[in-house]
């Protein structure tokens, strides 16, 4: 157990509808990343937040949004699900304010992956 | 742009045959150099963090190096349990995100 537990494991939707991923970072940590994993891409950054704040944006989609509540917790929405967002989704925490990120890493969870039909 | 580019692709290697691993970067304002292993439908498991040119660091098997425009990732006797999928990744940028090559998948046979 790596201390990021991410919701659900897995999620099997309809093109078109919307669903909501969640992650709960390591406790302490400040910062959650939001990635996307699928076979021709990669591993792509979504989004970072910070202690609740928006903090950089990757190669996030119009239809995906984000947020990170005050408990640290954040949701990943992802609407108008289109066959192509299939993939593996990562949420990370960290917390570079005390350098913890360049001496431990990011700390990624097991990963939601979503499949949509 | 930045890039992260990671070769070979795919790798087997027989156990005990040692080999290595790179990753090439082209960016600007590198403020860490990463290496992750992941395993099949698991997340990202942390390896090293390298800050310098000149650097190394090890744990077990494995060997990290970093040059000013590559790094190395040398597998010494590798064993049937180290076959898994070896990324790098790069920080830059006010955000810290990880910017990730495509990674390696190693396949060891006993």
């Known amino acids: 157990d790596s201390g990021v537990t991410q919701t659900p494991k897995h999620l099997i939707t309809a093109t078109g509808q919307r669903v909501t991923l969640r992650c709960s970072p390591r406790s302490g940590d400040l910062s959650v990343y939001w990635y996307q994993q699928s076979l021709d891409q990669g591993l792509q950054f979504l989004i970072q937040y910070y202690n609740g704040e928006e903090r950089a944006k990757g190669n996030i989609l119009e239809r995906f949004s984000a947020q990170q509540f005050p408990d640290l917790h954040s949701e990943l929405n992802l609407s108008s699900l289109e066959l192509g967002d299939s993939a593996l989704y990562f949420c990370?925490?960290?917390?570079?304010?005390?350098?913890?990120?360049?001496?431990?890493?990011?700390?990624f969870g097991s990963g939601t992956r979503l499949t949509v039909v | 742009e930045d890039q992260v580019t990671q070769s070979p692709e795919a790798l087997r290697l027989q156990e005990g045959e040692s080999s290595s691993l790179n990753c090439s970067y082209t960016v600007s304002g590198l403020r860490g150099l990463f290496w992750y292993r992941q395993d099949p439908g698991k997340g990202p498991e942390f390896l090293f963090t390298l800050y310098s040119a000149g650097e190394e660091k090890e744990k077990e098997r494995l060997k990290a190096t970093l040059t000013k425009k590559e790094s190395f990732l040398h597998i010494t006797a590798p064993k049937p349990e180290d076959s898994a999928t070896y990324l790098c990744?790069?920080?830059?940028?006010?955000?810290?995100?990880?910017?990730f090559g495509g990674g390696t998948r190693l396949m060891v046979k006993p």
């Open positions: 990370a925490s960290s917390d570079p304010g005390t350098g913890g990120a360049f001496s431990y890493g990011y700390t």
């Open positions: 990744a790069v920080t830059l940028g006010a955000g810290n995100m990880l910017t």
